[in-house]
């Protein structure tokens, strides 16, 4: 209470009854007033004497709840938020150190105030294990075992930026875990308000049981309106008990555990848990996070535990303790398990959109996690054929998983970076940050010449040179690929044909000619599930290359067998697309923004979107669009634009293509823009305004396909979404599929930006991208500048499955391995085929990832169709069945393990050749 007068003497009546006496002092004053424990709510009266004033009224008083209140205490692994990455991630490693010798400090405390120390990220303890003593490894196992310190299951806190194929590497540290006989229960994702859906399925057959999702409300909705547990389940039906906690520093932002102010902790806990039952949460006992200090990347500290034993000694109930996360999770388990909800649906996560300020390096990121994909698939179909891998080739991949794990962690950078731009610290982590996407990209690419050096090994030379593409996708494909070839081989201005034995020709064309080479792009029909397709490049001596015809007059329509587009030569944008195999328009010619259009969003200030709205705001298309000529090819015809944006650096340096293939039903749009800096708020938009009559609007996540805001978490984004590999829109008898490599970023219905709507669903069937944003204010980048190209890939067909979207999906993101081979051999051999075959049409091959001993691989593969399906592969090169085994996601076998997998499951085979 606050009293303004001198100090006088004051008196507290319940009932009449006086139960209370002190002085009052000039200003704040906090006085606690013990009442008999009731066992029914009833009134009382009250009445407050201070001199001649009096305040009367009347009280509830209601019969003691029982609390117990568990304080988790860990550090939250932000890398290169608040100190550079090259100090932040030693620290952490130091905190462990600390932990144990808290355990030692405070081992003659009361048994629940005792220090306790939960492990965040699985990082940590791997290099910890590896890099310390064996007497103090000894120490950290024996503190596990006691349950003093803990191990939880995420390697680092992910949002959806990385593939299914890297969140699988990132649990291989608790293999090396089990083997130090330690045991993980639980998986903690902290600060990221959403979790890759396949992790689900990922910890089943580990042993991992729990999820504890500490959640961040800055810039996010939060899913439920109070701590929550429930049971999430995965595609399969697989299942975790999750709780949405409160924030992972709750203890210290609302509680101030750390601050050694009693009176003020006593307050603001008995407090919250009036509040917490007001909420309706009806459990006695509740998990509660916190840091040794009030900050990310916290040290460990004791505060807690003085805090704790002082609460304790003074009151009986609440009861407090220093806990593991398990330890709630395991007694709610047992006593409530029956109760909670069942979920099935994607954690999709609202900070996603941050990394739409690194569009350089995600497109890199996205680019090297699909390079691996088909790599490593190369290196097992060497392996198969009888190579020898190359020494440490398995080390390698692990560095390229490590340096992608290491980009696609939650944290881009400085947490001034916004604030200040040009700030030491944020160029300096903004450098380190950027430099996992480009060793992954460098690490990535230099697997597939190994995998090509192994593999040509199989291919007999011919008189004339080669070219053989490779595919390690598990069903027959046709598909681009970039090559580039040698003047030697492939003479400058000759004509040539890509002919295949069985007389079907691979269409090429020119992208870019240089002094002793050409890059070309080709178009391949039919290669081999897990297979290869090998054309001899026969050049015709004395016919010159015939140039590709241009156009210097703008064009309105343009078509072929499968499409008609029409052109709105004043936006730069296609105003209508007609299917002719479906007899349908695919455009809704009433939008607001045309196909293709580029939409460029400026905001007025950065603090709406703090706010959760988006009411002060410009968007605008070109400025100016010029017609840029057109061009036909045997891949594709060409129609290019040019404009002027105030996003560009000057007047032209936005581009705009529309490619019409003529080898397949497909349309790409491909994007150049040259950016301005510029630190302000702002957005780039690309609209699809897609129509289809009672269409559903969805896209894949990592582990399965949601329909957009529909198959998620109540309260996870429904704003923007990180779409892995498609999106769709699909109705009974058609399907509309949408995909790009570089850019990640769409969303559903509209643009949705600032709406902040939880449950909300598409308004209309659009769909719209969205390649780059700088609208954070913390740890994102301020801005992005030079030159950018992105692509999106449309096709449509009758055929509505999600098995034929992922296919389309797959194919436009992990590519073709290809390979020129000189002339001069006697040529014999396969000229295709299959390494492996037997696949059923339902299963799409994630990873096929080489073991150590060269004879054998882990493939990752997954469910498409809704319903079970028996796996049986055969080895095409010795005519045998393989021998298949299942294991777990870091390879242990599974104990009656099988090789059936279920409607929309994951599931790990170890494949011995």
């Known amino acids: 209470m606050l009293h303004f007068e001198n100090p006088a003497p004051a008196k507290i009546y319940i009932d009449n009854q006086l139960v209370k006496e002190t002085e009052l002092k000039f200003g704040y004053n906090y006085l606690r007033v013990e009442l008999p424990v009731v066992k029914e709510e009833k009134t009382v009266s009250y009445r407050l004497d201070v001199g001649d004033f009096t305040e009367k009224g009347k009280l509830a008083v209601k019969p003691v709840r029982n609390w117990r209140v568990n304080f988790v205490q860990h550090s939250h692994t932000d890398i290169g938020y608040t100190r550079p990455q090259t100090e932040i991630l030693a620290e952490h490693l130091r905190y462990i150190d600390y932990a144990l010798d808290y355990c030692d400090i405070t081992d003659n405390y009361p048994e629940d105030a005792k220090f306790r120390w939960t492990c965040e990220a699985a990082w940590a303890v791997d290099e910890y294990l590896k890099s310390r003593p064996a007497e103090q490894v000894q120490r950290f196992k024996q503190r596990v075992k006691e349950g003093r310190i803990e ?290 990209s460098r690490r990535a690419k230099m697997l597939g010449e190994e995998a090509q050096g192994l593999l040509q090994n199989n291919i007999q030379k011919e008189k004339v040179p080669t070219l053989v593409v490779y595919n390690t996708l598990n069903w027959a494909r046709s598909g681009l690929f970039t090559v580039y070839v040698d003047h030697q081989i492939l003479p400058r201005y000759k004509k040539f044909k890509l002919i295949n034995e069985n007389g079907s020709e691979a269409k090429a064309q020119a992208l870019e000619h240089y002094s002793d080479g050409t890059n070309w792009v080709v178009w391949a029909d039919d290669v081999p599930a897990f297979g290869f397709k090998k054309y001899l490049i026969q050049v015709a001596e004395n016919e010159p290359e015939q140039s590709q015809a241009k156009e210097k007059e703008g064009i309105k329509i343009l078509e072929n067998q499968w499409y008609r587009i029409s052109i709105d030569q004043e936006k730069g944008a296609i105003s209508g697309l007609f299917d002719k195999e479906l007899n349908k328009e695919l455009v809704d010619r009433n939008a607001q923004w045309k196909l293709g259009e580029f939409i460029y969003e400026t905001l007025g200030n950065r603090s709406q979107m703090e706010s959760k709205k988006l009411d002060n705001y410009k968007r605008e298309g070109l400025n100016k669009v010029w017609f840029d000529g057109f061009e036909e090819g045997p891949v594709w015809n060409t129609v290019r634009f040019k404009g002027n944006t105030s996003a560009a650096n000057g007047d032209g340096l936005y581009s705009f293509e529309i490619r019409l293939f003529n080898t397949s039903k497909r349309i790409e749009l491909v994007y150049f823009i040259e950016k301005k800096m510029v630190t302000e708020p702002e957005g780039i938009y690309i609209a699809f305004p897609f129509v289809l009559a009672n269409g559903q609007l969805a896209f894949d996540v990592q582990g399965g396909e949601i329909r957009a805001g529909v198959d998620q978490i109540p309260g996870s984004t429904n704003d923007w979404n990180t779409v892995q590999n498609y999106a769709r829109l699909s109705n009974s008898n058609s399907q509309i599929l949408l995909s790009s490599k570089e850019t990640p970023l769409m969303q559903f219905g509209g643009i949705n930006t600032g709406r902040y709507k939880a449950g909300a669903t598409p308004e209309t069937t659009h769909i719209y991208g969205w390649p780059m944003n700088n609208y954070w204010t913390t740890n994102f980048n301020a801005e992005q500048h030079g030159g950018f190209t992105w692509n999106y890939l449309i096709s449509s067909a009758a055929e509505n499955s999600q098995t034929a979207a992922t296919r389309f999906g797959w194919e436009n993101m992990v590519p073709f391995i290809s390979r020129i081979l000189p002339g001069g051999g006697n040529g014999g051999g396969k000229k295709q085929g299959s390494v492996i075959s037997g696949w059923p049409e339902n299963i799409v091959l994630i990873t096929a990832m080489p073991e150590k001993d060269g004879k054998s691989a882990i493939f990752h593969i997954r469910e498409t169709a809704g319903k079970s399906v028996q796996i049986q592969l055969k080895n095409e090169i010795s005519s045998k069945n393989l021998i298949l085994l299942e294991v777990d996601v870091v390879g242990n076998p599974v104990q009656n393990g099988s090789t059936e997998i279920k409607a929309f499951e994951t599931k790990f085979l170890k494949v011995v050749f």
Request: glycine share 8%; net charge negative.
């Open 151 to 440: 191990l939880t299951g995420m390697y680092f806190n992910f949002d959806e930026l990385p593939d299914e194929q890297i969140l699988a590497a990132s649990l291989q540290p608790l293999k090396r875990f089990s083997e130090n006989g330690l045991k993980v229960k639980v998986a903690m994702q902290n600060d990221v308000n959403g979790i890759g859906w396949c992790l689900n399925d990922y910890y089943s057959d580990l042993g991992v049981k729990y999820l504890n999702m500490g959640t961040h409300g800055h810039r996010a909705l939060i899913a439920f309106d109070k701590p929550t547990l429930f049971w999430w389940e995965s595609p399969s039906g697989k299942r975790m008990l999750a709780y949405r906690a409160e924030h992972y520093m709750t203890g210290n932002t609302e509680f101030k555990i750390h601050s050694e102010n009693f009176n003020l902790f006593e307050d603001e806990l008995l407090s919250y848990l009036v509040n917490l039952e007001e909420k309706g949460y009806k459990y006695d006992l509740i998990s509660i996070q916190h840091s040794g200090y009030l900050t990310d990347n916290a040290p460990p500290s004791t505060l807690a535990s003085d805090m704790i034993k002082q609460w304790n000694e003074k009151y009986t109930w609440p009861k407090l303790k220093t806990a593991s996360a398990t330890e709630f999770f395991e007694e709610m388990e047992a006593k409530h398990g029956g109760e909670f909800q069942v979920i099935r649906g994607a954690w999709p996560d609202w900070w996603t959109d941050g990394f739409g300020a690194s569009a350089r390096e995600v497109s890199a990121v996205r680019t090297a996690q699909t390079d691996l994909i088909a790599n490593v698939g190369g290196l097992t179909m060497a392996a198969i054929q009888g190579e020898k891998l190359p020494e440490k080739i398995t080390d390698r991949i692990e560095t390229t998983n490590s340096a992608l794990l290491f980009y696609t962690e939650h944290t881009v950078g400085y947490h001034g970076s916004v604030r200040e731009p040009f700030h030491k610290n944020t160029m300096e982590q903004r450098a380190i940050k950027e430099s996992y996407a480009w060793e992954a």
